[in-house]
């Protein structure tokens, strides 16, 4: 007994869909309507190579969307009989136009066979198809033919029989249609996942593709869940009111535009044409924009421009928001005594969140000008002209994107980047390019670039970020090409780019894009850096000093304070001067009938007593003369060697106590490991609070030389600490730059990777990275020390 084989013929009208199946059934046809429906069914069968072969002519259709009820009956014949393969009729002469019905099979996932059709037509218009290239960038076998000829037809079912007997099964091949809708339907095809309603042939994604694009049918379905339906749909209208505001577009629009991107990228490579046809704008500069020579070149230009733009429009409200938490901080330590409280108002939050915080314009500017790289459809260029050097590197082309969104541009994060490789089919180089995804440089990151480049690269800042950004991609691929030719060993597949039209982008969706990550990194510090800031201050607040260490300090205070004043004892300044008397009452503990603390008040008012006495002499006009003078610079000498042996004993207490806590104890062991890179306790600590989120970086720092600093603007900015501290200098920023860059990712990202691998490969990113980090650190370092750039 034969085999039976039923095989669906698909397509656009007049794509010589009727001609193909009148070709293969003859005269062995059969009429009848669909059920429920008046449109015309026909199909007929054919024996070939021992196999009984039914065909079923399924109505002209544009897409698999419910407009019209060929469409409808196409889409439900297809989904219910679930025929064993669906041969799609494309003109060869169109393809762009005829590829988008077969583009939706592949997001439904049907088994597939791309029959490619007048191609005499196509040739007699200068138009040649690649039917190889073409079969390997779309992934399903393809086989040219002349229908009305009979051409190819006995070549298609050979094919038929030859795929058939393998019985694939259905997998779903979704797209990329851009992070907001890519987003949107994460969340919608979970939901619709949990729904008991949930019909398992319509796959999750597939339904909750169709409902952001309006498809009546499928939302009726949906609504009939009485608990999810409604929290489905709502989603799904949300979504396309924040695309119509974003880009003035419906999302269904948005959506076409990608897949007829993504058909833009497969014809690009697989139809040569001899007669140049006229171009359309986005054909016009891409013939410029994405040139092999030019198209390089201009990206770097523009790269180079939105980072001097970011710094230069950034540089002004920086110094604002600088200053408005100097003066929060001044605000504070004005009506909250010294303390506790104050202590962890200050140090806990204003230093750590605000250190954060007062980066938001730098970030925003960041992201205003990758939303119009984004919107304009030149992002999608970039990512196509880098595709060129990622094949060299090991990894597929549609890695690309999971490294732009990560911050290949720098500003972007790399849980989406992580996830965005789902669209990788090849397991091996899903893995490479999740394991390289923490490299690029994540809005997180941005902060601490910032801040070290503002503090020891000030003349350079826009070149230093440019520099960074390709150091981060060197890093990436340079790990990709040693993933892949180790432990994730194995041949890169073909890539299909998609080129979506040029766009004017709307200042009103550039704005909503703008805030909406603005806002992301916002309530980030407001939440999760916020707790982080609290704890980690805490764990330098306590236990603290005992009482005989605090005891023991101010022992030494008071032996240096003592001398001073033996110092200060001739005649001829201790006169009965009422600015003297009151500062001798305060250095005993006496003003006026009221008791105060000698050991709180007295270092200030030997300071005022030694700012009195040069101010007495210069008053009484005795600096005239010789003598005076030289009792004047003798007196002053003293006073700046009190005062700066004052704030040695200040800082050793601080620096003693901060080791003393919880965190400086974790840092202080961890030196044993950093020294090498020249870090200390307190950058260890950080960097301890940055597997957190990156941006702790800079709150723990900003709070540990809070806590360990004694300095006289006590509102100083970290940066400007940083610049004061001579344990700093270009060549240690610059180490903690790039191990910041290359070392664990975050936690969130951690759980990511988890989540889309395994734990495995989960533990072996956090040691992998932490092992480049830490490498490349090292001979930065040891590198920089030798040739004499720094200590």
């Not at 230069?312 to 409280?341: H, M, Q, R, Y």
Request: proline share 4%.
């Amino acid at each position: 007994m034969k085999q039976k084989i039923i095989i669906a013929l698909s397509g656009n009208p007049n794509a010589g869909k009727t001609t193909v199946f009148n070709a293969i059934t003859g005269a062995r046809q059969h009429i009848a309507n669909y059920p429920g429906v008046t449109v015309e069914k026909k199909y007929g069968t054919i024996h070939h190579q021992g196999y009984e072969i039914e065909v079923v002519d399924l109505p002209g259709t544009y897409s698999l969307t419910a407009y019209s009820m060929e469409e409808i009956v196409a889409r439900d014949f297809v989904i219910n009989e679930k025929p064993r393969l669906v041969v799609d009729i494309v003109d060869a002469s169109n393809l762009d136009r005829h590829l988008y019905l077969a583009v939706q099979f592949k997001e439904l996932g049907v088994p597939l066979i791309l029959a490619l059709n007048m191609v005499d037509v196509a040739e007699s218009r200068g138009i040649k198809v690649d039917p190889d290239k073409l079969s390997e960038q779309f992934g399903v076998p393809v086989v040219p033919m002349v229908a009305r000829t009979g051409k190819g037809i006995t070549d298609l079912l050979d094919k038929v029989v030859e795929q058939a007997p393998k019985s694939p099964e259905w997998v779903n091949a979704p797209m990329s249609y851009g992070m907001d809708i890519d987003s949107g339907l994460d969340r919608v095809s979970s939901i619709i996942e949990k729904s008991r309603f949930f019909d398992k042939k319509y796959p999750a994604r597939w339904r909750a593709l169709k409902c952001l694009e309006g498809d009546s049918q499928i939302i009726g379905l949906l609504k009939k869940d009485p608990d999810l339906g409604k929290s489905i749909t709502d989603i799904c209208d949300d979504i396309t009111k924040h695309s119509m505001n974003t880009m003035e577009e419906e999302t269904e629009a948005i959506i076409a535009d990608h897949r007829y991107g993504y058909i833009a990228g497969i014809t690009k490579k697989v139809v040569k044409r001899k007669i140049e046809l006229r171009l359309n704008f986005s054909d016009k500069a891409d013939k410029i924009l994405t040139n092999r020579i030019l198209g390089p070149i201009i990206m770097g230009f523009i790269l180079y421009g939105i980072y001097s733009f970011t710094f230069w429009a950034s540089e002004l409200p920086l110094l604002w928001f600088e200053i408005f938490f100097d003066a929060l901080k001044n605000l504070v330590a004005t009506f909250v005594p010294s303390g506790i409280l104050q202590s962890l108002i200050v140090s806990g939050v204003i230093d750590g969140v605000g250190g954060v915080l007062g980066f938001v314009p730098l970030i925003m500017f960041m992201f205003f000008a990758i939303a119009i790289m984004e919107d304009s459809g030149y992002m999608a260029r970039v990512a196509y002209m880098l595709d060129r050097v990622l094949r060299w590197f090991g990894l597929h082309g549609n890695s690309v994107m999971a490294l732009v969104v990560s911050g290949g541009i720098s500003g972007g994060c790399a849980v989406p980047g992580v996830m965005a490789t789902r669209i990788l089919r090849d397991p091996k180089e899903r893995i490479a390019t999740l394991l390289v995804v923490p490299f690029m440089n994540c809005g997180a990151k941005l902060p601490v670039y910032a801040m070290l480049i503002g503090a020891f690269f000030t003349k350079d800042k826009a070149r230093m970020l440019f520099i960074l950004t390709l150091i981060s991609w060197g890093f990436a691929l340079f790990a990709a090409k040693l993933l892949r030719a180790t432990v994730l060993r194995g041949p890169t597949t073909p890539f299909v780019m998609e080129l979506p039209p040029y766009r004017a982008p709307t200042l009103r969706g550039l704005l909503i894009h703008t805030w909406e990550r603005t806002w992301q990194y916002i309530k980030k510090a407001g939440t999760v850096i916020l707790a982080f800031s609290v704890i980690i201050w805490a764990m330098m607040t306590f236990p603290g000093l005992s009482e005989e260490r605090i005891q023991a300090f101010d022992q030494n205070r008071e032996e240096v304070a003592i001398a001073f004043l033996n110092q200060q004892t001739s005649p001829r300044w201790i006169q009965d001067k009422g600015e003297l008397k009151v500062l001798n009452q305060l250095y005993h503990g006496l003003s006026g009938e009221e008791n105060i603390e000698p050991k709180a008040q007295r270092h200030e008012a030997l300071l005022e007593m030694a700012r009195a006495a040069v101010w007495l002499e210069r008053k009484n006009g005795e600096t005239a003369s010789f003598e005076m003078e030289e009792k004047f610079l003798e007196a002053g000498g003293r006073f700046l060697k009190y005062r700066q042996q004052m704030t040695n004993i200040d800082n050793l207490q601080q620096q003693t106590a901060l080791k003393g806590t919880i965190a400086g104890w974790m840092g202080t062991k961890l030196e044993y490991i950093t020294r090498p890179l020249g870090f200390e306790y307190r950058t260890n600590v950080a960097l301890v609070g940055g597997f957190a989120a990156k941006e702790v970086v800079i709150s723990t720092l900003g709070t540990a030389y809070s806590l360990s600093d004694v300095d006289e603007d006590k509102t100083a900015s970290l940066s400007e600490k940083l610049k004061k501290d001579p344990a700093w200098n270009p060549l240690q920023a610059f180490t903690l730059i790039i191990f910041t860059m290359l070392y664990v990712p975050c936690m969130a990202t951690v759980v990511s990777i988890r989540k889309e691998s395994s734990w495995k490969w989960a533990t072996f990113s956090i040691f992998f990275n932490l092992l480049v980090a830490y490498g490349v650190s090292l001979v930065i370092r040891q590198g920089g020390v030798f040739l004499g750039l720094g200590g």
